[in-house]
């Protein structure tokens, strides 16, 4: 069973610059998460979806991150402009409706110089 | 407060150690999760359990649901077991995170 695949694995940016991530969860998990993982720290959850609806984005800056799922199926998340304490690694998670186990991808480490 | 709290935060063995990590958590949950997150950042999944204890070679993965504690153990510990192990459970449609131990294993 393929895993949850995310890209780019790194990426460079400078501040004010855009960025996006994109993300592949297992075949049929309803559920997709995005995290951003600073270092040192455990990863805090910035959107929730259920298939194509946000469950829940109370974390998520709105002023320049946003982030989609319109086909219920792939995500993408983007920062725009980009500021230099987003530099974290991304993490999308993936889960299968009803079930307590979590997949989780390679991640995306961000460096925002 | 955090809902999850692990501890230590950092830990140095030499290689061949028994070495343990514990995980204290504050809510109800429906499972608990150990995961392993190597310097490039992506996390694997090494346990999930929601009662007594489970095995996978060197590793030992045990939580007690009364005390809301749970502890990972490696045994016989190797420079490969260097790397990040985070708590984290499942409360709900929530996942809560500890801030991860800092595993370092000294050949």
């Known amino acids: 069973e393929a895993g949850v695949a995310q890209s780019p694995r790194y990426k460079i940016i400078e501040k004010r610059q855009s960025v996006a991530f994109w993300c592949n969860p297992i075949?049929?998990?309803?559920?997709l998460y995005w995290y951003q993982q600073i270092l040192g720290q455990g990863p805090k959850l910035l959107i929730q979806?259920?298939?194509?609806?946000?469950?829940?984005d109370s974390q998520l800056p709105k002023d320049r991150f946003s982030a989609e799922r319109l086909k219920g199926v792939d995500s993408t998340l983007k920062i725009q402009p980009a500021k230099l304490e987003d530099s974290a690694v991304y993490l999308c998670?993936?889960?299968?409706?009803?079930?307590?186990?979590?997949?989780f991808g390679q991640g995306t480490r961000l460096t925002v110089v | 407060k955090n809902e999850v709290e692990q501890s230590p935060q950092n830990l140095t063995a030499q290689e061949g150690e028994f070495i343990t990590i514990n995980c204290s958590y504050s809510?109800?949950?429906?499972?608990l999760h150990w995961l392993q997150q190597h310097p490039g950042g992506g996390i694997v999944s090494l346990f999930m359990?929601?009662?007594g204890k489970k095995k996978h070679g060197r590793l030992i993965a045990t939580i007690n649901i009364q005390e809301k504690h749970s502890s990972l153990h490696i045994t016989a510990s190797h420079p490969r077991d260097s790397a990040v192990y985070i708590c984290?459970?499942?409360?709900?449609?929530?996942?809560?995170f500890g801030t991860g131990t800092s595993l370092t294993v000294i050949p």
């Open positions: 998670a993936s889960r299968l409706q009803g079930s307590t186990e979590a997949f």
């Open positions: 075949s049929g998990h309803a559920t």
């Open positions: 979806f259920q298939n194509n609806g946000v469950v829940d």
């Open positions: 809510v109800g949950i429906s499972a």
């Open positions: 359990l929601s009662s």
């Open positions: 984290a459970v499942t409360s709900g449609n929530q996942f809560y």
